[in-house]
């Protein structure tokens, strides 16, 4: 059964109004893949400030939520609150809540109920710390957490579930895809024993742990891998090459330029990491560069194509090729439809 790829970025204790204006312009430029669920988990002072200007094809999650609607909880907000100021998604039970906050199985599983019943969208993540893993313990722990959230909730439909290794979260270690997919395939085959097999087959589990453009789209081959919760990578403009790992098309890019629709054939040289084509709204695209190019002597098989999709350009002027460090500019061409 189909899953749809789903990507949150997890901003933690970062960012000011600025700060979010840049992310908010690479979210914008883009492109990011249309079959790909994008949310991001902002701190509770600049959501609405976020959610003002994040594009469309972004949504927008909480950080945090209490177990109740309201009451005398200094410092709490509560699902009822993220509702009022049109926040569909909270993240919740990660790590740092609970290994720094202390949040326990029961408290998280407590919280991840009332957010469901009040209306919202739910990211639970569960995993194991470092010496749990080493111990052998790593099921133990994650069937726990499970377990616990399980047991107080009443449908995962709107549950996304982020398995995250602590010992690979902002330590520059990673598992490796065969790690992560191999608590993924036993996740799912304990949903598969305990709640029952349509859940075990439409819940979304995804991987978070020191994510980056360098190892997203290994991971995100594995089958049970459904997508990624980033860290301090979905802050920065390779986020958006995290978005697009599952990213393998083979349609050429329609452009409209000026109101008239024409087809541009773009061919990336494997050796490039992404194309820029850009306009003087500095919107790039995520695509292949042109047949007729010089890069035709780079590139000799047309097999880097970009997706089909429309976008409107006042002045469409050069392509950027960034290869590592090194950035070449080339005239365009645009062959008409």
Known sequence: MSRKFFVGGNWKMNGTKSEIDGIVAFLKSGPLDANVEVVVGVPSIYLTYAKSILPNNVSIAGQNTYKVAKGAFTGEISPAMLLDNGIPWVILGHSERRNVFGETDELVAEKVAHALEAGLKVI?????????????????????????????????????????????????????PQQAQEVHEKLRDWFSKNINQTVAETVRIIYGGSVTAGNAKDLAKEKDIDGFLVGGASLKPDFVQIVNAKHSSTNPLIITVSGIELLATLLIPPSFAFAQAMSDKHLNVL???????????????????????????????????????QIKSMPYSIDEK
Do not use: H
Request: with cysteine; glycine share 6%.
């Open 124 to 176: 639970a993540c569960i995993g194991e710390k470092l010496e749990e893993r080493e111990a052998g313990k790593t099921e133990e722990v994650v069937f726990r957490q499970t377990k616990a959230i399980a047991d107080k909730i009443k449908s995962w439909d709107n549950v996304v579930v982020a398995y995250e290794p602590v010992w690979a979260i902002g330590t520059g270690k990673t598992a490796t």
């Open 287 to 325: 695509g292949s560069q042109i047949a007729k190019s010089e890069l035709c002597c780079n590139s000799p098989n047309p097999k880097y194509l970009a997706d089909p999709r429309t976008i409107k350009l006042d002045r469409f002027k050069t392509i950027i090729l960034m290869q590592q460090n």
